[in-house]
């Protein structure tokens, strides 16, 4: 275990409504993936890949009593017999629905009561510079919002993968401003660039420590590759040529005898697809969604292009040339608003390529935050200087080759967990998440 980063400067009562507030926005989206459908969905399982809703609504509540009461508030265990029905590393998701798991009353009253012992902490806890560094900055506090949120996008990736009607409503993103206009590539020139973060307070292990990077000039596709562009490597035999596609992709194509994006399917020569319960046109100039690393790898050597590096990803998304520094987001150091980035499932789809002219980066890249998590080239890896905190399972049980870095956040990703410096990992098999890419070129 490392300190977390002091932080100077942040006024500990701002932190404190920024960590309520965090706390709030996370369980009321929680409790809108989980009061939409009824108790026999809640305890279904939609796909042996996802645990049943109601095992992440008692795990959100098992871990916020962990880490908030138990090891910040130094309080007794209030259900201690639970702890490993709700370990994630105990029990496989495919293993889940047949553990004796809290019923979904049982589930949501937990999770209430953890919750109004967690918020009176935070009334009270100490949350400057100094003091312990669980609770240094709030990190605590921010680390469990972050948590929540990110079980709330795993619970939305189960909405998009159980069967029948719609059980979630959401209003279309804002249409594309001057997207004609874009040029299809930016150039990023070589040089250094500040990678990752000391600094940032909520910021997680792996995204730390800041350290400098030399990045040599690259391409970079000025918006995510969209479904009109992928439906032509479809059309060009993408899926039925070997010479695109890694030896485990095209096992896995064969395998599974895939022909397009998980979800799409062919009608009366249009293709369709499924979306949250509801059969719709694929849209052309929507980034496109659902396809595992090793089709996005596959699109772009078909396209003669590369996926970029993480490297090359966040250079292009956080580099400022004109001072030299590294910002927080792609547009600045400002927080997320509604018109620089589709975030927190505001909208349940992504926006059209072009979207969120606010958002662009000094690079001119766009949608670089938000809308998909874009797959890079490269391994889940530790930054030099790494050190784990506050546990192991976090992050360093994953580095290595097995899982491949995504970068920006989706729709269904929430501001607090989604930073220019956040680094989300996958297996390159996966296809259920919201996962999209941009190609790169040597310049």
């Known amino acids: 275990m490392t300190d977390a980063p002091a932080v100077p400067g942040i006024d500990p009562e ?5 960590a309520l507030d965090a706390l709030l926005a996370a369980r009321e989206r929680t409790a809108l993936l989980t009061d939409s459908v009824d108790d026999d969905e809640l305890t279904a399982q939609h796909s042996p890949l996802m645990s049943p809703l109601v095992w992440d609504l008692a795990h959100i509540g098992n871990q916020e009593e962990l880490w908030l009461l138990r090891t910040v508030g130094g309080r007794e ?41 967690a918020l009176d902490l935070l009334e009270g806890a100490a949350l400057h510079s100094g003091g312990r560094p669980l609770e240094r900055a709030g990190f605590a506090f921010g680390m469990i919002a972050q948590h929540e949120q990110q079980h709330d996008e795993t619970m939305l ?14 209003p279309e993103p804002p249409p594309p401003t001057g997207a004609a206009a874009l040029p299809a590539e930016v150039l990023v020139p070589a040089g ?22 030399e990045v040599a000039a690259f391409l970079l596709d000025t918006a995510p590759v969209t479904c009109g562009a992928y439906q032509r490597f479809i059309e060009d035999g993408g899926y039925t040529d070997a010479r ?32 949250f319960g509801v059969t719709e046109p694929v849209p052309a100039d929507e980034p496109v969604l659902h396809v595992s690393w090793y089709e996005a790898d596959a699109y772009a050597r078909w396209a003669g292009r590369r996926l970029p590096t993480e490297s090359e990803w966040e250079k292009a998304a956080r580099h400022d040339p004109a ?9 600045g150091d400002e927080d997320p608003t509604a018109d620089r980035a589709n975030l927190g499932q505001r909208h349940l789809r992504p926006a059209a390529a072009g979207a969120y ?48 870095v995504l970068r ?36």
């Open 14 to 18: 701002v932190l404190r409504r920024r």
């Open 244 to 275: 695109w596609w890694a030896p485990e992709g095209w096992a896995m194509v064969r395998e599974h005898t895939l022909s397009a994006p998980l979800f799409w399917h062919r009608d009366a020569g249009q293709w369709l697809r499924r979306r």
């Open 77 to 117: 265990a209030m259900r201690p017999e639970i702890d490993g029905l709700y370990d994630a590393f105990e029990h496989p998701r495919a293993a889940r629905p047949s553990l004796p798991l809290l019923a979904p009353a049982e589930a949501r009253t937990y999770a209430s009561e953890v919750r109004s012992r």
């Open 357 to 404: 002219p606010a958002g662009r980066s000094a690079s001119g890249a766009g949608q670089l935050i938000g809308d998909v998590w874009e797959w890079t080239s490269s391994d889940f890896l530790p930054y030099p200087g790494f050190a784990a905190f506050p546990y192991r399972e976090y992050s360093e049980v994953f580095f290595g080759p097995a899982h491949k």
């Open 408 to 443: 920006g956040g989706s729709f269904a990703v929430d501001a607090v967990a989604c930073r220019g410096t956040f680094r989300n990992w996958d297996l390159p098999v996966r296809r259920q998440i919201f996962s999209g890419f941009r190609t790169a070129k040597d310049a």
């Open 323 to 331: 001072t030299g520094r590294s910002r927080r987001y792609p547009w």
């Open 192 to 213: 250094p660039f500040t990678m990752g973060t000391s600094t940032e307070p909520w910021a997680l292990d792996n995204e730390r420590p800041a350290h400098r990077r």
């Open 157 to 170: 990736i189960t909405h998009q993968l159980r069967a029948g009607p719609a059980a979630l409503t959401a």
